[in-house]
């Protein structure tokens, strides 16, 4: 029997967009994260106007 990996994402932690010009909040939570080992990256979420914290995970 085959078996598929769906991926999917953890939203870690969620940032506004509109930021103080020079601030990367979300670019600095991100790599504090994978300095812990977290594989941490950082999407944007047009629909809500931030920026997303996630970890992808694969379930079986």
């Given amino acids: ?3 598929t990996n769906t991926p999917s994402r953890t939203v870690l ?3 506004p967009a509109g930021g103080p010009r020079g601030s990367w ?3 600095e939570y991100a790599a504090a994260q994978r300095a ?6 950082v ?3 047009l629909r809500t ?11 079986q």
């Fill in 25 to 27: 909040p979300a670019e």
């Fill in 13 to 15: 932690e969620r940032f």
């Fill in 36 to 41: 812990q080992g977290t594989d941490a990256q």
């Fill in 49 to 59: 106007d931030q920026f997303l914290v996630v970890n992808d995970t694969t379930t």
């Fill in 43 to 45: 999407v944007m979420d």
């Fill in 1 to 3: 029997m085959p078996t």
